[in-house]
């Protein structure tokens, strides 16, 4: 089974300034990795996602994210925080097969708050 | 591309009565459509899957006779609460998966209140 962690159910940033969401996963198999975005009474939108390939992926809305299998991780990044950031964030994992096959694992979110 | 809507946006509904929820993929077809749960300020927890033409397959602890999903068609998928309760007031979200991808396109959720 697959997992995700979350580090941080709260970030506060000021607005120009470096955004760093943590996220780490458990996979016993090569994962697919999503960040989606969700504002509030809204459903989720896709940020970006890491299936196969370079693992430097770039997203939507100047995000990025970098897989780094030998530390499990998959943290989010956006050079300027821009007031429009300030939503709850998802870091999600899923297989290529198995029972799992397709189904979404989430994390428990993280809060971005941008402070003017 | 990829939008997928759900309706209605929101319900009231009175305890004991059934509420449907439909979810549609507007541009494409889905194969594969998910039924997730929002508690406020949790994170979204998967409760079925249900393929084209196929019984919907729930996931541990959730009552398939009381969550009645359908997905007659690739572009709509249905859930319905039967016999609400006030504890079933969640938000609900819909996804819907294109074969052969993985990414998981979203409704803009149902809040459901039961009162």
């Known amino acids: 089974a697959q997992s995700v962690t979350q580090l941080g159910s709260h970030v506060s940033v000021s607005e120009g300034a470096l955004v760093l969401l943590r996220c780490n996963y458990s996979?016993?198999?090569?994962?697919?990795l999503f960040w989606y975005v969700q504002y509030p009474n809204q459903g989720l939108q896709l940020l970006l996602k890491y299936t196969t390939g370079a693992t430097l992926v770039k997203g939507i809305n100047g995000f990025e994210a970098e897989f780094k299998k030998s530390e499990t991780s998959f943290h989010l990044t956006k050079p300027s925080a821009h007031m429009s950031d300030a939503a709850e964030y998802f870091c999600a994992v899923t297989v290529a097969g198995g029972t799992s096959y397709g189904k979404l694992t989430f994390g428990q979110g993280t809060i971005l708050t941008v402070h003017p | 591309g990829a939008v997928v809507s759900q309706h209605p946006s929101w319900v009231i509904c009175k305890s004991g009565t059934s509420v449907k929820i439909e979810c549609r993929s507007l541009?494409?077809?889905?194969?594969?459509m998910f039924w997730y749960r929002q508690f406020p300020k949790q994170s979204l927890m998967l409760m079925a899957t249900s393929n084209e033409g196929s019984k919907a397959t729930y996931e541990q602890g959730v009552e398939k006779d009381k969550f009645l999903i359908n997905h007659a068609s690739l572009t709509l998928s249905t859930l319905t609460v039967t016999s609400a309760h006030p504890e079933d007031s969640s938000f609900y979200i819909c996804?819907?998966?294109?074969?052969?991808?993985?990414?998981?396109?979203f409704g803009p959720g149902t809040r459901l209140t039961v009162t």
């Open positions: 996979s016993s198999v090569p994962p697919y």
């Open positions: 996804s819907a998966r294109a074969g052969g991808v993985y990414e998981q396109y």
């Open positions: 541009d494409f077809q889905a194969t594969t």
